[in-house]
T-cell receptor
């Protein structure tokens, strides 16, 4: 199981771009990288998933270098409503038993300041 | 789509009582997950069902915890007897397992359990 390491917390002002980096040095060949967002008093919500290079959707971008030992979640022009905990997960979603080993770490608590 | 539905949203009970948490996954999803979240331990996977069959319950804390999925649209997580250390937010999530890599989990709003 690929372990992930993220900063515990980050602060940012409104309107700034926020980059959250996740380290996963022992990522396996078939592993994908998935990011979830969790607001207070809610369940986690899928943000983005990728395997290599760059993935972009309406919410965020995910940058993955060639060695795939880390990944960076980029949130453009954050607002107060982006204050949440962001989790980085690594695993092979094609394996039928992959999710019995999925572990949500402590995540990164992002605070957006007015 | 109503999303994953959990009930009750809040539960307060006394130590020793039986607690039953309920989950209705998203229609068409064939995988269901129960998680527990606390400040100390974060989000922990308790058990995972695929096509109504428990695949791995190694995350279940102890014999006081049991989970069932009698059909594709309903699952329960039962704690009997409950203890104060069981106080946490319990999340249910579902996903569609297929050959596609886009196996996203959709989480419910959670049940906040307080055992006095």
């Amino acid at each position: 199981l690929a372990k992930t390491t993220q900063p515990v917390s980050m602060d940012s002002y409104e309107g700034q771009e926020v980059n959250i980096t996740c380290s996963h040095n022992n990522i396996a060949t078939n592993d994908y990288i998935t990011w979830y967002q969790q607001f207070p008093s809610q369940g986690p919500r899928f943000i983005i998933q990728g395997y290599k290079t760059k993935v972009t959707n309406e919410v965020a971008s995910l940058f993955i270098p060639a060695d795939r030992k880390s990944s960076t979640l980029s949130l453009p022009r954050v607002s107060l409503s982006d204050t949440a905990v962001y989790y980085c997960l690594v695993g092979d979603p094609r394996l039928k038993t992959s999710y019995d080993k999925v572990i949500f770490g402590p995540g990164t608590s992002l605070s957006v300041i007015p | 789509d109503a999303g994953v539905i959990q009930s009750p949203r809040h539960e307060v009970t006394e130590m020793g009582q039986e607690v039953t948490l309920r989950c209705k996954p998203i229609s068409g999803h064939n995988s269901l997950f129960w998680y527990r979240q606390t400040m100390m331990r974060g989000l922990e996977l308790l058990i995972y069902f695929n096509n109504n069959v428990p695949i791995d319950d190694s995350g279940m804390p102890e014999d006081r915890f049991s989970a069932k999925m009698p059909n594709a649209s309903f699952s329960t997580l039962k704690i009997q007897p409950s203890e104060p250390r069981d106080s946490a937010v319990y999340f249910c999530a579902s996903s569609l397992e297929s050959q596609s890599y886009q196996e996203t989990q959709y989480f419910g709003p959670g049940t906040r359990l307080l055992v006095l």
